[in-house]
């Protein structure tokens, strides 16, 4: 009964900021099936099923290739002593851009950060399945009832995106991991890089790049499966598969000039989704696009990826 209002608030979120709540039961692209593996496939991403109009080529070069004149993308650092090892990028100390001129991402701004590392990839059904089983986890939306829980969606999965976790499992499974959520700061920055880009490959939309609305799977697709999205650092899937849970608290930009109706959800109250989902279109994955929710949503196009 205490999700009913959040939910709906979510909804009101999501129309007013630009959340794309998702369909209750999504149709689900064919995913291959895999064998068990403990660490994310990074030198030859399966490419999604062909249902839609286009057949995403990866090509392991493709994913060493810089989009734009910004930093060479790092390689992938190893991660610290962990139950799962998955690829980090290393991405540098040093000013970016964040935001843009557009509503509640204005204004545009220099920010400077010092050095971290972000998960190359978006936390999978096989590794969220590692947590659980080693910890006897319980997510938000099961202890809640939720008959369509993470582990419903992970089915014959192992690869693709955990969904259904709450901010709260998120930051579970990063602390599990010895890392914690990137800050909304970072994760634009591994999203876009220093030149303020609006999409992780450059400034205008392109298709076949990311798994949004448009490219028509109507579900996740297995991470890395769209090496031509990569940032400039080289983290794939900033763009669409699932939206992705960051640490901050929705708040104005310094020197924000208001008059947004977004702006009613300013504070401390709800945390910061970035990235947009395969249920939303090209202008909700932009790399600037500001989404939020109270912290127990639980939907099936939101995840995470880790930092550190
Ligand atoms: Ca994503």
New binding site residues.
């Given amino acids: 009964m205490k999700r009913l209002p959040l939910v709906s608030l979510f909804v009101l979120l999501a129309l007013a900021v630009g959340c794309a709540p998702s369909p209750a039961t999504p149709i689900a692209p064919p995913s291959p099936t895999h064998a068990p593996i403990e660490v994310l496939p990074t030198s030859t991403p399966v490419p999604p099923p062909p249902t839609p109009t286009f057949t995403p080529a990866p090509t392991p070069a493709e994913k060493a290739t810089p989009v734009g004149a910004t930093p060479t993308p790092a390689a992938p650092t190893p991660a610290a002593p962990a139950k799962l090892q998955v690829p980090m990028i290393a991405i540098p100390a040093g000013e970016f851009i964040m935001g843009s001129d557009r509503e509640v991402e204005r204004p545009s701004h220099t920010v400077s950060l010092p050095a971290f590392e972000i998960d190359q990839f978006?936390v999978t059904n096989e590794q969220f399945a590692r947590f659980v089983k080693e910890t006897g986890y319980k997510t938000t939306a099961e202890k809640a009832g939720d008959s369509m829980s993470w582990s419903a969606y992970a089915a014959g999965k192992p690869n693709n995106?955990v969904v259904k976790v709450s901010w709260d499992d998120a930051v579970a499974y990063c602390q599990w991991m010895g890392k914690r959520l990137p800050t909304e700061a970072e994760w634009e920055k591994a999203a876009r890089g220093t030149d303020g880009r609006l999409y992780p490959w450059g400034n205008e939309w392109a298709s076949g790049k990311a798994n949004t609305k448009e490219a028509g799977y109507r579900g996740t697709t297995i991470t890395g499966s769209f090496p031509g999205g990569a940032s400039p650092y080289g983290v794939m899937?900033?763009?669409?598969?699932?939206?992705?849970w960051t640490s901050d608290w929705f708040q104005p930009y310094p020197g924000y000039p208001g008059g947004d109706s977004a702006a009613q959800f300013f504070g401390q109250k709800y945390r910061v989704i970035r990235?947009?989902?395969w249920f939303s279109d090209k202008e909700m994955v932009r790399t600037t696009t500001r989404s939020c929710s109270s912290v127990d949503l639980a939907n099936d196009d939101v995840?995470f990826?880790c930092a550190r």
């Fill in positions: 978006e995106p899937d900033m763009a669409g598969n699932v939206a992705e990235g947009g989902g995840g990826r």
